[in-house]
């Protein structure tokens, strides 16, 4: 076994060689000197020679020594022991979790052998348990203090989490637990969502409103019959109206029909790797007004401005649970600044007032979690939503006649259909080349100045680029990209 010897000849000659410098020289008929004792060696036993051996707690193992056992040294015994049963073998036992060393000397105090042990809990059963549950895995299970780590590699996130819960869930705490398992090739999802939307609005009113004055001989009655349209809140146009005087009456009629139809498509497409997050936002931030600051000093103060954002966005974690199989947790959200509903707030600045107005959102969000697999498409969110409002206002009374009631009263009316869709499409994605990719503004050239100004054209009309003429196909025309 490799011995430590720690000797120290060069400092001994050094000294002798100094020492009989200085000394004075003795005389020729003196006597030859006594002979220099020997240098004492000093043999260091430690942990650069041991050998690291790992037990479990009530485990043991068997160690055959090369030379009769003598004495035994063991650190702290109530890590391990060690049990001679022979000359030379010997037992370790692991007692409790902990780190100690064991050494063994011969008759003469040579080190036979050296371990340096780190006593564990016993793993075996839950090696087994992975094993079983995951045969194709390739997963370490190490004790470090008194947890557990583990380490090798995987196929899938799915595989790394069900090793780690059936570790914890043997270790008694998922806290001892450390999970240090690689993911092989982590699979990429890309995911393509298509929101289609539809609002048909259709708003009618009709309102007559009387002003004049009766008279009959000293007495006088004026009247002003003025029908508001609560409905939309506001009238279409306040200026619309037909005027008409017959006497001292006179009449104002205000019809007013708009109709309209909003179409949104948006179809987003993102990218992300098995069990990451990824996020898209197609659209902007607007300004809102958060309140005001003022220097007491100076007296000026200033709009603290905030931004919210819109548009088109997407959130979406993958998981890729087998071959084809995804697990999906998305969030997908359409939102748009809208005045309907905008908040109007009067503030007191100084010596002015302000007024601060605060647009709404019109917001259409949805969020789930579903398992699909890669190429299946997944309605998220399908909904039709129909509103309906029918506002009447006038005189009390005089606006219930049957025929003469129509002049004391405003009717307004409002219809509001939404169809919204929400398409979510799933694939298991792999890198493709860059000459395969097509980008939007692929071949696309300014139009000449005569053909701009002459002709009135924005872009040349040309050939697919990259690819030959094939006259003896029968399509016949101009294709490329066109602006119209």
Request: overall charge neutral.
């Amino acid at each position: 076994m490799t011995q430590a010897t720690l000797t120290r000849p060069a400092a001994a000659a050094t000294a002798l060689f100094v020492a009989a410098a200085l000394a004075p020289c003795p005389p020729a008929n003196a006597a030859e000197p006594a002979a220099q004792a020997p240098v004492p060696t000093v043999q260091v036993h430690g942990d650069h020679s041991s050998q690291f051996v790992t037990l479990g707690v009530g485990k043991s193992v068997v160690v055959d020594l090369p030379g009769d056992i003598k004495d035994v040294l063991v650190a702290d015994p109530k890590i391990a022991n060690a049990v001679v049963r022979t000359s030379r073998r010997a037992y370790l036992i692991g007692v409790a979790v902990g780190q100690t060393n064991v050494f063994f000397f011969d008759a003469t105090g040579k080190q036979l052998m050296g371990f340096d042990i780190a006593v564990t809990r016993d793993l075996n059963g839950i090696r087994a348990a992975l094993k079983r549950a995951l045969p194709d895995a390739d997963i370490r299970v190490e004790g470090l203090a008194d947890g557990i780590m583990l380490s090798g590699s995987v196929a899938s996130p799915t595989e790394a989490q069900q090793a780690y819960d059936l570790a914890a869930r043997l270790a008694g705490d998922g806290n001892k637990v450390v999970n240090g398992i690689m993911i092989r090739g982590r699979d990429q999802v890309m995911l393509r969502v298509t929101v289609a939307e539809v609002q048909r609005d259709i708003i009618k009113q009709l309102g007559i409103d009387l002003s004049g004055s009766l008279s009959y001989g000293q007495t006088v009655l004026n009247f002003n019959n003025s029908n508001p349209f609560t409905a939309l809140g506001r009238p279409l146009v306040s200026s619309n109206a037909v005027t008409g005087t017959w006497r001292s009456v006179s009449a104002s009629l205000r019809a007013m029909e708009n109709a309209g139809v909003i179409r949104t498509l948006a179809e987003p497409n993102l990218t992300a790797v098995s069990g990451e997050t990824a996020n898209f936002l197609a659209g902007g931030e607007f300004p809102v007004p958060a309140g005001f600051t003022c220097d007491p000093n100076t007296r000026n103060c200033q709009t603290q401005i905030q931004f919210k954002k819109f548009g088109v966005g997407l959130n979406f974690t993958p998981v890729v649970m087998s071959e084809g199989r995804i697990s999906l947790k998305v969030l997908t959200e359409v939102s748009e600044v809208s005045a309907d509903n905008a908040l109007t707030i009067l503030q007191s600045v100084g010596d002015e007032n302000r007024t601060l107005t605060i647009p709404s959102i019109k917001t259409r969000r949805t969020e789930t979690t579903v398992e699909i697999p890669s190429g299946g498409a997944l309605a998220l969110a399908g909904m039709i939503h129909e509103q309906t409002k029918q506002h009447i206002n006038g005189m009390p009374g005089l606006m219930n006649l049957p025929v003469l009631g129509a002049l004391f009263r405003s009717r307004d009316y409002i219809n509001r259909q939404t169809e919204l869709m929400v398409l979510v499409t799933p694939y298991v994605v792999r890198a493709v080349a860059q000459k395969d990719l097509s980008k939007p503004d692929d071949g696309f050239a300014d139009a000449s100045d005569p053909a701009s100004m002459l002709l009135g054209r924005f872009n040349r009309l040309y050939g697919a680029p990259g690819r030959s003429a094939q006259p003896q196909q029968s399509y016949r025309g101009t294709y490329g990209f066109i602006l119209d």
